[in-house]
Structure formats: structure tokens, C-alpha cells
């Protein structure tokens, strides 16, 4: 049922849209009809290798993703275990955290130049950071009954870290990894914006420099529709292996 | 009767805040129920965990048949009022728990045992639902299961049933109760309701507010016997003993600030 009404609430507004574009109310220059977009995105796709550039920023923010998930999930758990770690570790984190990635833009491209190097540093930058303190969180707030019920039955230190805690705050993490998915999207379009010759980022910025402006909306909305397919399957997942939740 | 637990001059402090002040001493018997009774934040709790091993004694120490308690084991399981059961398992996942890290029995032992102790508690049925899918009363069971299942002579009971409404609190008593009657259980069970304690224990302690001291001590198998049931419970000599319990824990409230 609320599915039917997302469903027809989008229908509708692009309807609207359509209508207002078609009735001249406003100059196609700066906002064309979703059907002149529609038809930007097909001769995109036709001539001008926008699967490809999708594909390209799709394995840029996955690799970036995963780097930072890889990193932060274990070095996270280590803040929450030990004091020592976490102390030594939060001022930084917390300094880095806060700085608009950005920012670091120009940092990053005298580091890694402007190469697939330097858009996966901005990438797990923008993310690394976050996750780690999320997953230190999580740990935390894990119910301290369970840790106890797990060394009331014999359990060691190890086996409580993996077999309890970890999997107690699985649901959360899962949850946070899609939400920092969705930030990696932004930083990337930055990063491509900035210095690439590839990658969806790349295609709007060129469009845009030409005045093309129903391409430009068409690589803005990829972007949407590959998030929220993403989303989407996240989600289906996170039910699917939490059932019992 | 070889003492099953002991405390030996056992103190408590958390930094500044002193949890048990005067050194307390006590002999658990084996398959003794013991009630510790007192107002919420007393430190009864602490006591009750320092014997699980989550907590260490400031001074003194704590015996487990006469050896030094340590480290938590197995040998005694803990019953929380909340978080008492894991999410995450199902209802037989989480009996099978408590025998996890027992490399001493075999697949098949293990096997029969959670089989044995679902059927126990009334919970063969529900083996394969998820915790938040059972009742608040039957998590408490698959708790109580656990800590059978993993074998622990001694089970820890923090409140384990606060939570629940009147009728499933008493049908749990009794049957918490015949269980620790059947397999033999040392039992020491933490409560601020004075009926459930004179209801269930062989013995309680009444606790006076923090820094904990003790009380009195009711021999409550002497007066009510071995056997809780119902009707005893409506009687006269169950009355009459509560009323005393309760009127000396009023006294232990009244007399300090």
C-alpha cells in the first residue's frame, strides 16, 4: 500500500513536471521535460559510453567502500575493547572527521595527482573516518548482558568478541554501511568533478560546460537511480538476515 | 551438608562508593534456594555477581566447594531480567548456547541435553521461533534452560522475573522451584518483593540499603517446608511469615535517613 503510493506520488510529480515544461511555462535551457531527459539518457547510453562512466564510478566508490569498511569495522572494534586505543585514537579521528572533505581536495591531488589514486583516497577519507567511530559505537552500546551470558558459559575473550558482541551489533553496522554507501556518491561526484576524464561526475560536468542541459539532468539522474536500487537491494538484504528483528 | 558456596570476609568498594562495608559472611548449602532480599541499588546484586565471578570481592574471597571462585565458568550460570536470551538464536540455538564452549561433550550429548531441557521448561515447541517472538515469561524459560543445559550447579538469578505480569511470575516461581527441587540446583536468586522471596527460598537474607548490611536471616524451610504450591501460598503460615519478613525490611527502611 505505501509502495502503490510512493509509486504514484513520483508518477504525479513528473507529470506535472512534463506538463509545466511542455506548456513553455519555462526555458528548456534551465529545466527541460523529463521526456527530453529520458531521451538525453538514451542517446547517452548510445553514443556517448554512459554505462561505461556508470561503471567506472560504481567500481570507484565500491573500492573506496570496501577499503574503508575493511579498515574500520576491525580498528573500530579495537577502540571499543581497549581504552588505550580508543583514547589515543578518538582526538584524530574526530579532528579528521569534521573536516569537509572537500577541503582536502587540493591535499590529496598534490599527494596522489589527479589519478584513480587520488579519488579513492577522498573516497575513504570522506567515509574511513566516520564508520570507524559508528562501529566503536556500535560495540559499545551492545547490551552488557549478553557479554556476560557469553563468559557465564565458559566463553573466552575471543569467543565473546566474535560470537556475542560482534554479532549483537551486526544489524547496526549493516545499517551504517549503507548509509556511508550513500555519502561515498557525493564525494565521488566531487572528486570527478574536480579532476577526472571518466565516471559520472565527468559526464555532468562536460554536459554542462556545453549547455546540455537535459544531459546534465540525465547523469544527475543515474546517480539517483543507481542509490536507490542499492539501496533497495541493502535493505532487502539487511531483512533478509536479520529476520529476527 | 558440605557448603556448596562461601563467603569468606568479603568486602566491596567501586572506587569511592562502598557496596559492603562490614565483611559478610555466608555458606551456601548445596541445593539451597537462597534469597538475597533488600531495596534496589543495596548491593545485593554485586554480591550475587561477585559469586559468578563478574565482580571481585575489595577484600576476602568467595568459595566454590571449597576452592577459590575465579574467573566466570559454566559452573555458574547467570539469569538476567532483560537482554536474558540472544536475539540473534533461536529458542533451541540459545539453550544450545550454554553448552558452546563445552569441548567435554560430544555433538550428539549436546544434542539430547537441549532436547532434554526444552521439553523441561515447556519450550519443545517453540524451538525454532526467535526470542522476540515468544513471550517475556518464555525468554526467562530459555534462559533458565541455558544455564541447565550448560550443566552450572550454581544458577545466578538477577530479578529474573520483575518484568512479568502477575500470573506468568507465579507459574514461573513454582516451577523454577520443581526444577531446583529435581536436578539438585543451587540457587541464589535476587528480589526486592518480599513475597516471591518468602515464596521460593529455603532461606533469605534481608539486605538494609547501601553500604549492605544484613539484616536478619529467615529460615524459611523450617516454617513453610520443602513443597511451594498454590494453595500453600493462600495459607495461614505463608501469610503469617510474610508479614514478619515484610515488617523487618519496613523497620531496616525506617530506621536510617
Redo the contacts between chains.
Keep these: 500500500m505505501t509502495a502503490l503510493i510512493a509509486v504514484a506520488a513520483s508518477c504525479l510529480l513528473l507529470l506535472l513536471w512534463e506538463a509545466v515544461a511542455r506548456l513553455s511555462l519555462t526555458n528548456p535551457l534551465f529545466f527541460p521535460a523529463p521526456s527530453a531527459v529520458v531521451l538525453a539518457m538514451g542517446h547517452m547510453f548510445a553514443d556517448q559510453h554512459l554505462a561505461w562512466n556508470a561503471w567506472v564510478s560504481i567500481l570507484r566508490v565500491w573500492t573506496a567502500f570496501l577499503l574503508a569498511a575493511s579498515m574500520a569495522i576491525p580498528i573500530g572494534i579495537l577502540m571499543s575493547g581497549y581504552r588505550a586505543i580508543g583514547a589515543a585514537l578518538e582526538p584524530v579521528i574526530d579532528f579528521i572527521r569534521y573536516l569537509p572533505v572537500p577541503a582536502l581536495v587540493p591535499l590529496s591531488i598534490i599527494w596522489f595527482g589527479v589519478g584513480e589514486e587520488a579519488k579513492i583516497f577522498l573516497l575513504w577519507l570522506g567515509t574511513f573516518f566516520q564508520l570507524v567511530l559508528l562501529v566503536a559505537d556500535g560495540m559499545s552500546r551492545v ?1 552488557q ?2 557479554i ?2 557469553a ?6 575473550p575471543r ?1 565473546v568478541l566474535k ?2 558482541a560482534f ?2 551489533m ?1 544489524p547496526d553496522l549493516v545499517d551504517n554501511l549503507r548509509v556511508t554507501l550513500g555519502w561515498c556518491w557525493t564525494y565521488l561526484i566531487i572528486a570527478e568533478i574536480v579532476a577526472a576524464d571518466s565516471g559520472l561526475g565527468f559526464v555532468i560536468w562536460t554536459a554542462r560546460r556545453y549547455m546540455k542541459t537535459p544531459e546534465v539532468m540525465a547523469g544527475v539522474v543515474l546517480i539517483g537511480i543507481i542509490g536507490l536500487v542499492t539501496d533497495q537491494l541493502l535493505r532487502a538484504l539487511h531483512r533478509h538476515a ?4 | 551438608m558440605t557448603a556448596h558456596l562461601t563467603f569468606l570476609d568479603v568486602t566491596k568498594r567501586f572506587g569511592a562508593v562502598e557496596v559492603l562495608a562490614t565483611p559478610f559472611n555466608l555458606s551456601i548449602a548445596r541445593n539451597e534456594f537462597m534469597v538475597f532480599l533488600g531495596p534496589s541499588g543495596c548491593g545485593k546484586t554485586t554480591l550475587m555477581r561477585m559469586i ?3 565482580d571481585t570481592p575489595t577484600t576476602g574471597q568467595i568459595l566454590l566447594d571449597g576452592v577459590p571462585a575465579g ?4 559452573r ?3 539469569v ?1 531480567q ?3 536470551s ?3 538464536l533461536t529458542v533451541a540455538e540459545n539453550v544450545a ?6 569441548n567435554d561433550l560430544s555433538e550428539s550429548e549436546k544434542l539430547a541435553r537441549c532436547d532434554h531441557y526444552l521439553d523441561l521448561v515447556g519450550l519443545y515447541e517453540f524451538s525454532d521461533a ?3 517472538q515468544v513471550s517475556g515469561g518464555m525468554r526467562q524459560r530459555v ?1 533458565i534452560a ?2 541447565l543445559a ?1 550443566g ?1 550447579g550454581v544458577l ?1 538469578m538477577d530479578e529474573p522475573f520483575g518484568a512479568l505480569d502477575a500470573q506468568r511470575r507465579e507459574q514461573l516461581q513454582i516451577e523454577l522451584r520443581r526444577i531446583q527441587r529435581r536436578d539438585a540446583k543451587t540457587i541464589v536468586f535476587v528480589t526486592h518483593d518480599v513475597e516471591e522471596a518468602v515464596f521460593l527460598a529455603d532461606r533469605v537474607i534481608v539486605f538494609s540499603k547501601r553500604p549492605a548490611r544484613v539484616v536478619a536471616e529467615i529460615d524459611v524451610r523450617s516454617r513453610l517446608g520443602e513443597n511451594r504450591t498454590l494453595e500453600m501460598r493462600d495459607g495461614v503460615e505463608f501469610f503469617a511469615l510474610r508479614n514478619e519478613v515484610l515488617g523487618l525490611v519496613r523497620a531496616s527502611a525506617a530506621e536510617e535517613p
Design positions: 547490551p548482558e549478553y556476560e551470558i563468559y557465564t558459559v565458559g566463553a573466552k569467543q560470537d556475542v554479532r549483537a551486526l536479520f529476520r529476527y528483528l | 559468578g565471578g563478574l574467573r566466570p565458568d559454566w555458574r550460570g547467570m538476567f532483560s537482554y536474558s540472544f536475539p540473534w548456547f550454554g553448552m558452546r564452549y563445552r526467535y526470542p522476540n534462559a541455558r544455564t550448560a552450572s545466578l
